[in-house]
Each structure stands twice: as C-alpha cells, then as structure tokens.
C-alpha cells in the first residue's frame, strides 16, 4: 500500500471541503488530514476513497461518508485517553480517525467476515491499539465497560439499555436515531444511572443497527475479543 503526494493532496481537498462544511475541531480535521482513507477500500476504488460520500465495503455495510465520520467525532468530544466503545466496526476507519485522536478504542462487529478482515487488516496499517470485538453490539461489552464515550455507526430506533448501563455518568452516547428512511443524530449525556440529556443535530443516513451476530455458529455467539498488537 501506497500514500503518494496525489493522495496526500486530495486529503488536503477533503480536509478544506469539511471545514467549508463546518467542521472546527482542529483534532478531527489533523486525523481525517492523517488518515490514508484509500487503504480501508479496495484499490479498484482508489478514485473514490477522498470523495465526501458513502462507500459499500461488503457483507451490506458501507464506509460513513467522511463529513459523517467527521460530525460524529466532533460532537463525541475526545479527550486524551477517552475510553470509547464504537458499534460497528465496519472498515475501521472510524475506530482509526478515534484513535489517532489519542482514544482508546473498542470497536464491536456483528458480521464475522468483516470482523476478521478489519481486525487483521488495523494493524497492518499502524492501528495497534484498537481492540476489536465480535459480538452483538446491543449486548455492548459488559467486560470493558464503563466507557466515557459510546458511538453508533448504525441507525437504531431507541437507545438500547445495555448500552447506557456501560456509559459512565457524565460520559457521552451518540446515536443516528430512527428508521430506514433516514436518522437523526443524537447525543445522549448521561447525568445519571437512570437520567440523561438528549440534544440532536440534523439528519442522516446509516444502514440499521441489527441485533445478534452474523456469519458464526451459534454455539459460538458469545463475544470474541481478538486484542491486536
């Protein structure tokens, strides 16, 4: 894998078209500038990787659209050494932009296939400390939890109990809530074990938060951590 002078600049194209969009956080904006977005999709897509939109990457998932990927970072408020759980894992190119924002990431994925492709592809690229997990993301992980910050990069219709028990309180849930027709971003702030603030910020567009796992037997459902080093 190749990061040329071309691809460097079309990520400086991307980093100046989020700002004209409204970005401001200079550490979401160093990442996206950082991060080599033409590894996570196949080089016969190499022309669409700075693009600002959605890209499939297999098993009916998609690669967020980089302003999505940008927003959701913004409005997740990283702080050195944040403890973050992400569901859905995908290409991991949303576990990396956290991680290079110096968080510490555990990323959950339902599709086995897509799961053991991103958990050995993260640190072939540098992503060492990201920790991957397969396994329902409605179930969380109980094992690492609590986090300072949950993230969803599906769209759900409710916010899932399991998930707020894990969030510490006054740590930060943000959910794409709503049907297939579209979501609304929504970041919840726990104030307390049964109590929260909810503000939202616009509307999107995610593929489903489905419950269970995919592609395994179902003796082996229980959650499997493959810690990368």
């Given at each position: ?202 509307k999107f567009s995610f593929v489903p938060f489905l419950k269970g796992t995919s592609g395994m037997e179902n003796h082996k459902r229980k959650t499997e951590e493959k810690i990368l080093r």
């Amino acid at each position: 894998m190749k990061d040329s002078y071309r691809h460097k600049g079309l990520r400086a194209k991307l980093v100046k078209q989020l700002k004209d969009k409204g970005i401001k956080d200079i550490k979401v904006l160093a990442a996206i500038g950082a991060i080599p977005r033409h590894y996570f999709l196949d080089n016969a897509f190499d022309e669409w990787a700075y693009k600002d939109q959605a890209f499939p990457i297999g098993s009916g998932q998609t690669i967020s659209q980089p302003y999505t990927v940008a927003r959701q970072s913004e409005l997740l408020e990283i702080f050195d050494k944040c403890k973050v759980l992400e569901i859905g894992t995908g290409s991991g190119y949303q576990a990396a932009v956290l991680a290079t924002m110096n968080a510490k990431v555990y990323s959950i994925e339902r599709q086995k296939l897509l799961f053991d492709k991103t958990s050995s592809f993260l640190p072939k690229i540098g992503f060492n400390s990201i920790r991957t997990l397969y396994g329902d993301g409605y179930e969380g992980s109980p094992r690492f939890a609590p986090f300072d910050r949950i993230i969803a990069t599906a769209g759900i219709n409710e916010i899932p109990k399991k998930l707020f028990q894990q969030l510490k309180v006054g740590g930060i849930m943000l959910l794409p809530i709503g049907d297939q027709r579209g979501q609304v971003m929504t970041r919840i702030l726990k104030t307390s074990e049964t109590s929260y603030d909810k503000e939202t910020f616009g509307k999107f567009s995610f593929v489903p938060f489905l419950k269970g796992t995919s592609g395994m037997e179902n003796h082996k459902r229980k959650t499997e951590e493959k810690i990368l080093r």
